[in-house]
Nanobody, 125 residues
Framework: QVQLVESGGGLVQAGGSLRLSCAAS????????MGWFRQAPGKEREFVAF????????YYAESVKGRFTISRDSAKNTLYGQMNSLKPKDTAVYYC??????????????????WGQGTQVTVSS
């Protein structure tokens, strides 16, 4: 079984920064991609960013482009998300996800096979 554990969330003032981490453990193997999603209260879980595990190519949602940087450390099986210039509308539970197979669209929640439990990010105004 695979476990994904997020950390790094917290309470921060608008304009501040946070660095999220997601450590994969258990029966780990070479991922095709890993991504970050978020879910605000009363809203659906939405795509934030993904990274191709082998090539390192990245893709971002327009809402975070220029403020969010996704990266990975393959040796540590760890995914990162650096969030800068945070805004109150970034408040949400942030989830990491891993895709163990090829899919055509890693912006979709259905393309991921494993999910973490989430970490809360709260941005105060």
């Amino acid at each position: 079984q695979v476990q994904l554990v997020e950390s790094g969330g917290g309470l921060v003032q608008a304009g501040g920064s946070l660095r999220l981490s997601c450590a994969a453990s258990g029966r780990t193997f070479r991922w095709y991609a890993m991504g970050w999603f978020r879910q605000a209260p009363g809203k659906e879980r939405e795509f934030v960013a993904f990274i191709s595990w082998s090539f390192g190519s990245t893709y971002y949602a327009e809402s975070v482009k220029g403020r969010f940087t996704i990266s990975r450390d393959s040796a540590k099986n760890t995914l990162y998300g650096q969030m800068n210039s945070l805004k109150p509308k970034d408040t949400a539970v942030y989830y990491c996800a891993a895709a163990g197979r090829f899919y055509s669209d890693y912006k979709s929640r259905t393309s991921y096979d494993y999910w973490g439990q989430g970490t809360q990010v709260t941005v105060s105004s």
